[in-house]
């Protein structure tokens, strides 16, 4: 039911006649961000990068009004199409749909890559609201800037 430019769409289901497995049908993008960067030689255009960041904050904008948490947010989970002219956030695998109510949601596990994550995140138990969307779009946005992945350093 998530209808949004910046949100790879999803277009139905088809369970595959040999194994009866479900597949996913989704709209076809280029690549991921990661695979981009990894290609990119040289400092991308600087409106390549503010495109990307732009059209990232739209989606998670629109799944924030919508109380959905992303929860996984890497370069991996934003598809281009056109050679960076357009993002779209996909794999809502580990989103959680929350209340209206704007407290801190408590989750049961730490989802995502841990790169991505904010320090509240990582501790026992985890405790963060849609700011962590918030912070992996920041380590995206200097991804995207220095085309390097994210290294952190020891979580404690």
């Known amino acids: 039911m998530i209808k949004h430019p910046n949100i790879v769409q999803f277009l139905g289901t088809l369970r595959d006649p040999r194994s009866q497995r ?19 030689t040289g400092p991308l255009p600087y409106h390549i990068q503010l495109n990307i960041c732009h059209d990232v904050a739209l989606a998670l904008a629109y799944l924030h009004s919508n109380a959905i948490i ?18 779209k ?9 929350v209340g209206m109510n704007p407290r801190m949601t408590p ?40 085309r390097q992945f994210p290294n952190p350093g020891d979580a404690h």
């Open 22 to 40: 479900l597949a996913l049908l989704m709209e076809l993008m280029d690549e991921s961000l990661t695979t981009f960067l990894e290609r990119s």
């Open 70 to 87: 992303h929860r996984d947010l890497s370069s991996n989970n934003v598809l281009l199409i056109g050679e960076g002219s357009r993002a």
């Open 107 to 146: 989750l049961t596990q730490c989802p995502g890559a841990t790169v991505y994550m904010p320090p509240e995140a990582l501790i026992t138990p985890p405790r963060y609201s849609s700011k962590l969307d918030c912070f992996s779009h920041g380590v995206l946005t200097i991804q995207i800037a220095t």
């Open 89 to 97: 956030v996909t794999d809502f695998g580990m989103s959680k749909l």
